[in-house]
T-cell receptor, first 115, second 111 residues
Framework: NAGVTQTPKFQVLKTGQSMTLQCAQD?????MSWYRQDPGMGLRLIHY???????DQGEVPNGYNVSRSTTEDFPLRLLSAAPSQTSVYFC??????????????FGEGSWLTVV | LAKTTQPISMDSYEGQEVNITCSHN???????ITWYQQFPSQGPRFIIQ???TKVTNEVASLFIPADRKSSTLSLPRVSLSDTAVYYC????????????FGIGTKLQVIP
């Protein structure tokens, strides 16, 4: 099973450029989320989705857009990259209910550097 | 989401048992306690979940007292490969969408 797949794994951007981090899951999970992780800051929630067509903001949404056109995909868009967005980004998914409803599955991470 | 408090860091020698305690005083009746482990350069992964009393799996044990206001993750006979950050999360099974992580506990295992 592929689980949660993120691409790209590494990316260098220039300030002002835009890009999209891709995330796909093959577990038919309703919930998907994007987190960023900075040294000493833990994981901070950027945006999340409870199903296709439904998204909402997390703790640090500014500078990022998301959409959820299908259950499987949840791309994260950086509109105009800034050095403060240099971070490691993790996509995650989990089932809405059932015995595994508290198990969050993470992707391998995307390392983004903005210069 | 119930607020959790756990130590920022811990050191342990190889072969010792490690106990990491998480406080969650405002835990709700339908909340479950879940622990995640994160190795460097990887995403967190689920290790154990419990509601009350004790849960044990091949990786760890989770002790939850009757009042459920705290929980203790126990790692038996740690090795260098257990060096990681451990996160305690408390939220309802299913239905809760906005799951946030704290800083976690950085466990350093010393040879």
């Amino acid at each position: 099973n592929a689980g949660v797949t993120q691409t790209p794994k590494f990316q260098v951007l220039k300030t002002g450029q835009s890009m999209t981090l891709q995330c796909a899951q093959d577990m038919n999970h309703e919930y998907m989320s994007w987190y960023r992780q900075d040294p000493g800051m833990g994981l901070r929630l950027i945006h999340y989705s409870v199903g296709a067509g439904i998204t909402d903001q997390g703790e640090v949404p500014n500078g990022y857009n998301v959409s959820r056109s299908t259950t499987e995909d949840f791309p994260l868009r950086l509109l105009s990259a800034a050095p403060s967005q240099t971070s490691v980004y993790f996509c995650a998914s989990r089932a809405r209910q059932g015995a595994s409803g508290n198990t969050i599955y993470f992707g391998e991470g995307s390392w983004l550097t903005v210069v | 989401l119930a607020k959790t408090t756990q130590p920022i860091s811990m050191d342990s020698y190889e072969g010792q048992e490690v106990n990491i305690t998480c406080s969650h005083n405002n835990i709700a009746t339908n909340d479950y306690i879940t622990w995640y482990q994160q190795f460097p350069s990887q995403g967190p992964r689920f290790i154990i979940q419990g509601y009350k009393t004790k849960v044990t799996n091949e990786v760890a044990s989770l002790f939850i007292p009757a009042d459920r206001k705290s929980s203790t993750l126990s790692l038996p006979r740690v090795s260098l490969s257990d060096t990681a950050v451990y996160y305690c999360l408390v939220f309802p099974r299913g239905g809760y969408q906005k799951v946030t992580f704290g800083i976690g506990t950085k466990l350093q295992v010393i040879p």
